[in-house]
């Protein structure tokens, strides 16, 4: 038990932050917090599919899928939105299945550029028929998520600190179930394969199942996140989930590091703080590629690991200087 | 530093001899230095300074400053009988609708701004909704933008693509000999209105138009095959839509090389001194587009509202050598006309300069009195029309050939033209 | 019609040429170094705006330029293997992201340095090649660039197939442990390696500056399309590349001509999935690689 309560007093310490965060913001850091939250959801969903060794280059457009048929299906059919999210989630576990039987026939590199090619080919067809997915300028006049009323107070959504709690709450119960995946058996298995794919195969292992189930798990929260940016944003558009986001995705995942949980969502908070809000606020705003490009450069020569390697350093430094101190004995607990 | 930096060789220079960092923030900085202080009117620029849309920001925010720096020098504008200054405050929105609105957040919320003006586009849906709720005034260079939900939205310089039917019915009028004609734009929000646009319009002028518009995509780089292809059916006139100069330079090449003889009509020829070069001075001779360089003597006729449009162009070029286009001076003529509604009303407020722009109907567009029109079209009267220049190539220079009126064309054939917007599927109650 | 199949061809053949060009130096990367050059489209970039500088700004012959641009872009290959590349060898994913980040360096250097808009590079000779049947020609720049692709691709081949230093990229790029047994420096085949592929990119980019704009991003579309080409061919075989660049720019360039270009675009994309779900090593690819 003792190991337990400094887990539980650093997650309420995490939770009363997040709650307190968004009124310490500016107006438009707010929008920037909006969409780093939505993009936690993407990087943490991007991992589980990493965890069997496959990357993929279609994430974003899965992302895509949902925002796209949560918005056509609420716009078109009237389906109230909170339902329509959790249906164009499904679509994208869908096509995600539905593409798993031609992608995974490859591996490695074939998968990273099949990914890719699938997802362009589905994005090019947003792009080409206008009817029903609005062509190059995509969807206009989405649905926005409905306001909500508890007692005296409506809660309404187009505004952005109460959509940072809403994305908040469903990202946070999206990140449970992810958490929850990679820790079954399943998500051992998924490991198996990645280091010993053969091996796994011999001790009748399906590989095909395992990484189908990967890529449609990791597909429906994609989707997930794709569905709140377009009930917030009320538009979308094919350039939106083009190869450009997807490259950023990337960088996060990458620079952030895959081997923890918390690698990706490390990397997407540290280069949006610094790409949205420190480049912007020195005011060098035509030159901010050069410097994330810098930045991306710098950080995989001489942090490889990635941003999560540091967590245990720092985490070992604390704990060295707390001993030194000698007499706090509570110390970690009280910083988290 | 300023003066330096302007100097777009010099800035080259110092940049490729290592000062990058340095050099890559006094250039950005610019803006922020050259404005006045003090007691100022801020105006919020929305648009992409970076990426691939960067071209129909950047160089518009460059004619702001000009813009400003002249304003502010002779005193400023005059609200209330009180002189204030004028500053731009940028936001890169990377042409991205979720950049757009923390951009949107910010220019209005943190900088105060007054006025915000933007490129439109994919980035204005989330900006409208922003602008509904706080009252703010934001311009667009695309009227597609418009629909009955965005009344505080105007589209007060160009109004894309309703002012290509001068240039045909000029065609028509001129040379009665041209009976057939092919088009090609690329597949986009510019490219496919400006299609209606054209057909209406050489279908008003008795000209036939011989095979279905060919639409090619963003990321095409070879054209060869898209003017083979136009070629292939002998038209009289070659039409290349509302293309970006990246795609008419190459598409003016290739109907070069591939041996047309025919006309052609444009919306633009940005640089078209280099399609001269690339091509030659009788290829180009005769080319009709609507875009007029500003050293143009017809422009000092006294129905033109743009401010100095000689000495502006001159200033322009520079300061900026190479980067004169039609956002180059599409932005300040917006500002010439959100300064005139200020005076008049007397405040910066924005429902109020709103208000004095609209009264009687009419205001001061760049290319003279105007009507704000629209309602059939876009379903709110948020758009400035009046009338619109022909620009022909003549002797390897752009021309002015005439002025000619939207509003009376539309008079004669609006039926046509909502035909065709509708068949486009480009009319405002399509446009979800 | 007849002319416009045969107009049609000439178009694809040219089409054909550079991708090979920029194709074939992105397998090459990859066969010896092991590398996705994510940044191949960026040194193409740069080969164009060394044409821009030396011959339209300096006012250097046009050849002279391309060569120019040629040996600079490979200078800049030769500077990521060291700098890049080199450090990052036991990284799978590491060279990938490397390159990211200098295409996002390279792109935005380009733009504070030579400003958002396209530049303009006119062709040393305008004119057009006919080749005796009426509405059938060639610009000759593009004549150019076909020439070019093959007289380099016939002397990377026989440099490949006689000389020793071929020899020893080819066995690096079979099995670089091998190889590196065998007494092969890595470091100098990956140098090789990299120079030549990087070399490849530059003057396909300094030959076409006149024909296509020569703007920052004008990487962007090209990267994608040479992935494709060197996914049908097979990672990892030239052979492949060659064959897929003249495959996938006859369907694009047919399509483009008689349908429309996103149509196109989707067809290049369709075939590429169907080769590889028929064979998930394309063409010519012998084993699963990366």
């Given at each position: 038990m003792p190991n337990r309560l400094p887990l539980l007093l650093g997650a309420a310490a995490l939770a009363v932050a997040l709650i307190l965060l968004p009124h310490q913001l500016s107006f438009s850091q707010q929008e920037v917090l909006v969409f780093l939250v939505i993009n936690v959801l993407v990087v943490a969903s991007y991992r589980l599919l990493t965890l069997t060794g496959e990357w993929s280059l279609g994430h974003v457009v899965m992302v895509g899928v949902g925002a796209y048929a949560s918005a056509l299906i609420s716009k078109q059919f009237g389906v109230w939105v909170p339902l329509s999210m959790v249906l164009g989630a499904a679509v994208a576990g869908v096509v995600a299945f539905i593409l798993s039987f031609p992608l995974f026939r490859m591996k490695g590199f074939y998968f990273l550029i099949g990914s890719f090619a699938a997802g362009e080919v589905i994005r090019l067809c947003w792009k080409k028929f206008r009817y029903p997915f609005g062509g190059p300028k995509g969807l206009k006049s989405i649905p926005g998520f409905p306001d909500i009323t508890i007692g005296e107070t409506t809660f309404a959504f187009w505004n952005a600190v109460n959509f940072y709690y809403l994305a908040l709450i469903v990202v946070a119960v999206a990140l449970v179930f992810l958490y929850r995946i990679e820790k079954s058996r399943l998500g051992l298995t998924f490991h198996a394969l990645h280091w010993q794919?053969?091996?796994?195969?011999?001790?009748?292992?399906?590989?095909?199942?395992?990484?189908?189930?990967?890529?449609?798990?990791?597909?429906?929260?994609?989707?997930?996140?794709?569905?709140?940016?377009?009930?917030?944003?009320?538009?979308?558009?094919?350039?939106?989930?083009?190869?450009?986001?997807?490259?950023?995705?990337?960088?996060?995942?990458?620079?952030?590091?895959?081997?923890?949980?918390?690698?990706?969502?490390?990397?997407?908070?540290?280069?949006?703080?610094?790409?949205?809000?420190?480049?912007?606020?020195?005011?060098v705003d035509q030159a901010r590629p050069l410097f994330l490009g810098a930045i991306l450069i710098l950080s995989i020569l001489f942090l490889p690991k990635g941003l999560e390697s540091l967590v245990p350093k720092i985490g070992g430094l604390w704990k060295r200087r707390n001993k030194d101190d000698g007499n706090s004995p509570g110390g970690e607990t009280e910083k988290a | 530093m300023s003066e330096l930096f302007y100097k777009k060789g010099l800035n080259r220079r110092r940049f490729l001899q290592g000062t990058a960092v340095g050099a890559a923030m006094a250039a950005t900085s610019v803006p922020r230095k050259t404005f006045a202080q003090g007691e100022s009117?801020?105006?919020?620029?929305?648009?992409?300074?970076?990426?691939?849309?960067?071209?129909?920001?950047?160089?518009?925010?460059?004619?702001?400053?000009?813009?400003?720096?002249?304003?502010?020098?002779?005193?400023?504008?005059?609200?209330?009988?009180?002189k204030r200054m004028v500053e731009f405050v940028s936001y890169d929105n990377e042409y991205d609708p979720s950049k757009a609105r923390a951009g949107a957040q910010k220019l209005i919320n943190e900088d105060n701004v007054k006025f915000i003006m933007m490129l439109g586009g994919d980035t204005m849906p989330p900006v409208v909704d922003i602008s509904n709720r706080s009252g703010m005034l934001v311009s667009t260079l695309l009227p597609s933008d418009l629909t009955p939900d965005t009344p505080n939205l105007i589209a007060p310089c160009e109004v894309h693509p309703i002012y290509n039917v001068t240039g045909v019915e000029w065609l028509a009028e001129n040379h009665p000999d041209v009976k057939t004609a092919v088009i090609c734009a690329q597949d986009d929000a510019l490219g496919r209105p400006s299609v209606a646009t054209y057909l209406a319009a050489f279908e008003a002028a008795g000209i036939e138009v011989i095979s279905d518009p060919l639409f090619f995509d963003y990321s095409t780089t070879d054209f060869a095959p898209v003017m083979t292809s136009l070629m292939s059916n002998n038209p009289d006139v070659i039409c290349l839509d509302t293309s970006y100069a990246d795609f008419v330079h190459p598409l003016m090449e290739?109907?070069?090389?591939?041996?047309?003889?025919?006309?052609?009509?444009?919306?633009?020829?940005?640089?078209?001194?280099?399609?001269?070069?690339?091509?030659?001075?009788?290829?180009v001779e005769g080319m009709i587009f609507q875009f007029p360089d500003f050293d143009d003597e017809a422009l000092n006729q006294s129905q033109v509202n743009f401010q100095n449009p000689n000495d502006f162009y001159a200033e322009y070029a520079k300061r900026w050598p190479g980067e004169w286009g039609a956002v180059s001076w599409e932005y300040a003529s917006i500002m010439d006309l959100w300064r005139a509604g200020a005076e008049k009303a007397g405040s910066v407020e924005p429902q109020d300069v709103l208000a004095a722009m609209k009264e009687g109907g009419t205001g001061l567009h760049a290319f003279g009195e105007a009507q704000w029109w629209g309602e059939d079209l876009f379903g709110i009267n948020n758009a400035l029309v009046g009338d619109w220049p022909v620009v022909v190539i003549e002797g390897g220079k752009a021309k002015i050939k005439e002025f000619k009126s939207i509003p009376a064309w539309w008079d004669k054939h609006g039926d046509i033209l909502v035909k065709h917007m509708d068949a486009m599927g480009e009319m405002y109650y399509q446009r979800t | 019609m007849l002319e416009l199949l045969l107009q049609t061809g000439v178009n694809a053949v040219y089409a054909a040429s550079y991708m090979a060009l920029i194709a074939v130096g992105l397998v090459l990367i990859f066969g010896v170094m092991g590398v996705i050059n994510f940044a191949h489209g960026e040194l193409y970039m740069l080969g164009a705006y060394s044409v821009f500088f030396f011959y339209v700004e300096q006012g250097l012959n046009f050849f002279l330029a391309v060569a120019i641009g040629m040996v600079f872009v490979g200078a800049v290959g030769l500077l990521m293997e060291r700098a890049l590349f080199r450090p990052l060898r036991d990284n799978p994913l590491g060279g990938l992201i490397a390159s990211i980040g200098l295409l996002l360096c390279l792109q935005s250097a380009v733009t504070l340095g030579f400003g958002v808009r396209s530049k303009n590079v006119n062709p040393p000779i305008q004119k057009a090649v006919g080749f005796g049947i009426d509405g059938v020609s060639v610009p000759l720049q593009r004549l150019y660039v076909v020439i070019a692709a093959v007289a380099l691709l016939v002397a990377l081949w026989l440099f490949l197939k006689r000389s020793r230093f071929g020899w020893a990229l080819r066995a690096t790029a079979?099995?670089?442990?091998?190889?590196?047994?065998?007494?092969?420096?890595?470091?100098?085949?990956?140098?090789?390696?990299?120079?030549?592929?990087?070399?490849?990119?530059?003057?396909?980019?300094?030959?076409?500056?006149?024909?296509?704009?020569?703007?920052?991003?004008?990487?962007?579309?090209?990267?994608?399309?040479?992935?494709?080409?060197?996914?049908?061919?097979g990672i990892g075989s030239l052979e492949g590349a060659v064959v897929a660049a003249v495959l996938y720019a006859f369907v694009h360039t047919f399509v483009t001509t008689f349908f429309d270009g996103t149509v196109a675009d989707i067809t290049g994309l369709l075939l590429m999935l169907i080769v590889l779900v028929i064979k998930p090593t394309g063409l010519f690819g012998t084993k699963e690689r990366a």
């Open positions: 794919d053969k091996l796994a195969e011999s001790v009748g292992v399906n590989a095909w199942r395992m990484r189908m189930t990967a890529f449609v798990a990791a597909s429906f929260f994609a989707g997930l996140a794709g569905a709140l940016q377009a009930h917030y944003l009320t538009t979308i558009n094919p350039t939106m989930f083009d190869v450009e986001p997807m490259v950023y995705v990337l960088i996060w995942v990458i620079v952030g590091g895959t081997a923890t949980f918390y690698g990706p969502i490390l990397g997407v908070v540290i280069l949006t703080v610094i790409n949205e809000i420190v480049l912007r606020e020195l005011g | 009117v801020k105006i919020g620029f929305l648009a992409p300074l970076t990426g691939e849309v960067a071209a129909w920001g950047l160089p518009g925010l460059y004619g702001c400053e000009i813009w400003a720096e002249w304003v502010n020098a002779a005193g400023g504008i005059d609200i209330g009988g009180e290739q109907a070069y090389l591939q041996g047309y003889e025919g006309k052609i009509i444009s919306c633009t020829a940005d640089f078209y001194e280099q399609i001269i070069e690339k091509t030659s001075q009788e290829f | 079979q099995d670089s442990e091998a190889a590196a047994l065998q007494g092969i420096s890595l470091n100098q085949t990956s140098r090789i390696a990299m120079f030549i592929g990087a070399g490849l990119a530059g003057v396909a980019g300094a030959l076409t500056a006149p024909i296509v704009p020569t703007e920052p991003l004008m990487g962007h579309g090209v990267i994608v399309t040479a992935f494709i080409i060197i996914i049908v061919g």
